[in-house]
């Protein structure tokens, strides 16, 4: 074997790595130029492009081949570490894990020191790469994945990466990044490779790499044929608007395939006839709730798709093993939603959420009209938020923005406490029964309140730094539970809560 | 021995109110307290050896003789002392094993799920298994859940599983720190906290940093254990980055450490969701998963451990309900009703002498009751009651015996105990009974709490039960019979009643006897092409309409009966009668001595259970002669005099003052009040001092603080 000035890696080990990687093609083979050791390797690499586009695993796929590929001719010339950022918590944490993978990947047996700073890194790496003998051709591939992502790194850690290459001359260093800026590695001159996202075309071409099971009364072949057109119809409804990216389509399609395809297993349609399903299904593809990952994939009976990934039909296969858990759980959703926060909550801890959030909402000014029964029998309220707006809108000089579509203000505990006293007589009614007996600041509202604030409904502003007892009557606290949630709970007690609302 | 004087209690340790007189140069605002010594400090000695020694000596010389001291002034006898105490030290641990065994039952569907959906997950690729357990809001109870799911999935299998809980996990490196800890510390067996340099050093030298989760997957390679599970006990309370983070990097892992999660959740599924990031939630292949609710654990632990028939105390209506009404309304788990029912268990053991009397016939005689019980027995409501009640019924003799004779009203008393057992075996038969028509639709802790206050009556007006029976078919009176001689023949273990088919021949006897009736009349009817129907069925009355030139017609008819519907009517007359005979009770208050064997006291529960210390504060404050007893304030009635300590008079003062105090305008007024012209005569230094330390008490309780709007002012924080 000559050494030959420029040499590209075999071809089969492209095209292999092509039909894994399909739509790939020319970052595959430009990647492979500039990686190879016999080809034009770089000091630095840049690859860029967003989330799933291949970059990591045709990085790796590839690297795994030049590795093994080059073991037949003249000992190994190429190996390479990766190291994932999400996987590291802090920056020595990442230094730590690139010596380790890098000794794990040269076979060096020397048990490494301890490395906290980039400098260490430089000394480690250089006495496994620089000052230990190797072929001429050798080549050292270090793969930061995600490093854009990495936690605590310092302002220095990826130019000084970039740098390690000129102190090593070995070694080529690759970057894996969503978006970089320009000249982020305050070095010149770093090729960059973009894995652009996938169009309409490659997006089908992929997805018709891995049709479904055929469906009963079809042929393979029908199936895929179908699955390749419905997944373009997918990509047209919803791709553009909804997911953009590889695993959201492939979701979308496979949470879409068993309603789309439910007449064909009814039987009232042929899998040739395109448009007609296509029309029966037209509601699913206008739904864009569909899409939503829930993370309740088991309990929730049919509208929720199951959202497993690559799998296209998760209904069958996902539910199937768990099918003696799965109706008992449904039937109990559908006979009582105990898991209701109205139900969960005990009457206290309702109220003094109730409270809460009226003084979340409420301006303090407005309390004495709101909770002051001295002029009046009854209390003077005014209507919330639909009434306002539907009447006023020719009057307003100015448009204000509802309050309760604002985000909830703090509030002083006293006041929360002047309202629940004020309003548990009115709202509860078995307190007015017992006459009233119960003092607002008895262990069991403090014990509710310190429930809720367990539960992150209520939330203490200013947390650790603004200090003190959390039962301090001066502390600020804000409420954190959402309209829905609190109109809810207040019907769940036979409260209008909008009625206690002003603008 | 120095200890023992330790632990006795101090006369100071349980005065309603403690004066405390630091100024002892006597300016009279303070009554003197007596120059008693400043009590010894108490310190625990060696409490280790303590404990190791308390083992053995627990075993002969028994705990009871700790804290349990004679009553009547002292004069209680020690066997009684001791009787009383060993009661307590049986009764409640057999109780406590069957409420946790009841709590530990109540869990055990949910386990069973959890483990079935983590088998099962295992073959999900890509995503984390993730279980949300809807626990409630009550955290104190999550605990025992967690305990058990530990159990249970470490069972046999190689998994490692892992309680993270908000307070210990403030940071994702903390996060970590625990998770390979815990689950590293376990393989390496029970050498407690084993050291940390063993956990992080991998198999080739290598170092791992402490929340490096490669060395988890060494370890766990090592160990060629599976799967790693992560509770979440409290996820609410944790960060939402920090959850965030702890996903992602699971994710990211997932291929080499199989993780799985388990989340406690409080509120909703759907709030949770709300909090995580879309791309975070992909993650996740999770099922929703439901504990039983409070309402029935409820409902369970009070039929084995209030109303079961192994409750040797039985706890009065009043104290019931508010305890049952507590758990609905506060936010109060599980464990405080059970906490509570100990209380109540020690509250009367400890404190009515006449508890003696719960004791079975084996240990209980005649020279263990004193003249002290009998006099205290001649002093019960119960007992006047029941003179009374003898005296009514002529039984004059009886009434004359039970006031002169003590032997013969010891008798009486040690007879108690066997009709104690008789009345409640009647009341829990009868309720069972009602519970078995399966007609009312109240719950059993109401149930219970009514017979024991009301008594069952089934003739009286407010009993609901004896007119759906009527009103009931042929077919469902056949199965009512059947599910009453079922109850009657198998009793209830919940309750731990024991079937009473041999005590109840005749109830049986007639029982079947109606059955057979109208199983035959059914026959009857069939034949004659007739629905078999009684006087009291809804269709008996029949509204007509008629149309007569174009008018309609409205008339009522009674049905005709049959013959057949006759007799039916008259069965279920005879059924009625026999059950609502079969099924009575009267009120636990009518019995002679309920006070030995009930307790129904609300007092010191709400005080231990649910204290007010805001409005103790100020009532304290506002009326401080109430808890001095000093005779210089006697005639302020609840207005602000001179003689009055100087936070209580500050707090007058406070209490008239707006949001906004003037310290200054605060001294003059109150130097006015105490100045050398008024009563005390105090002069301008003293006053000053007593001033100042009377604000500062005020704003360590909590009633004012500095104000940053205003200079040289403070800031009301107390309105209601």
Redesign the interface.
Known sequence: MTNALFQLPDELVLTTLAQAFPCRDSQIRALATLLHPSAAPCRNLVLYGTEATGKSAITTALLEKLETDDVDNEGPSLKFAIV?S??C??S??LF??IV?KA?AALSWDR??S?CETVSQLAVELSKMLKYTSRSESFRFVLVSDGIDRQ?EAPPTLLPALARLSEIIPCLTTVFIVTSPPANFLRTSFVPHIHFPNYTKAEFVTILATDPPVALPNTTAQETADLWARFAAAVHDALARAASRTL?SVK?ACSALWPRFTAPILAGTHAPREFSKLLVAARVYFHDERLL????????VPAPQPT?????PTPAAN?TA??L??TP??TL?AAAAP????AS??????RLLLLAAYLASHNATRHDLVLFSTHHHGRRRRRGGLSVGVGRGRGRSKHRKIARKLLGAHAFVL?RM??IF?AVRGEWDA?FLESGGGE??????VG??IA?LA????LVRVGGAQAGG?P????GKWRVNA?WE?VRGLGRSMGVEVEDWLIE | MAEIDDHTFQEDDHRAAYVSNPLSDGTAAVPSAGAAPRPAKRRRVSAKKEVVNGRSEDQTSGPVDVGFLPLFNGQESPGAVKLRGELFETAWPVLEGRIQNVLREANRNTLDEVSTFLRAAEGEKGKIPAGFIITGPNIASQDLLFEQLAETLCKGSQTRFVRLRSAEAPNLKAALKKIIRDATVRVAGDDEEGDDVEVSVGQDGRKYLDYDLEALHVSLKLQQSGRVIVAFQDSEAFDNGLLTDLIALFHSWHDRIQFSLLFGIATSVELFQARLLKSIARHLFGAQFDVVQAGSVLDSVFKSAVAGSHALLRLGPSLLRSLVERQQDQVAGIQVFISSLKYAYMCHLYANPLSVLLADDAHINRELLQPEHIEAVRSLESFKTHVEASVEARQLSHAQSLLDDDDYLAEQILEQNQKRRDYLVQLLRSLHLIAATGLISTPFTDLYVTALSEGIDLTSEKASVLDPLRRLGPNEIVSLIHHLLNAIEIGSPELDLQGWGPDADELVASLAEIRDEVEALVERAKDSRKTLKSKYSAQSRVLRTTVVAQKVQLSRDTATLTDEDREFTEAIDRLADLFSRSVNCEPVTSRFLHEAWVYDSKSPYRDVFVPRPGTTLSRALSRPNDYLGCACCSKANGTVTATMPTTAVLYHLYLEAGALINVADLWSAYYALVSDESDIGMDERTALVHFYRGLGELRAMGFVKQSKKKADHIAKLKWI
């Open positions: 994932s999400v996987e918590i802090t020595r944490h730590e894990s380790g000794a048990a490494p301890k936690r695993p979701h939503d990952p829930g993370i309740v994939a088991l309990a959202s497993n990934g690559t799998n996902g093993p768990l003696p858990t008992t759980q109990k105990t898991t209701d926060l969960l909550l005990p009457t206290t801890a006293e406490m002047a006293a078995k003092a607002t600041d008895a262990a069991d014990m509710a429930t367990s539960l992150r409904l007892d039962m301090d009557r001066g959402g949630v």
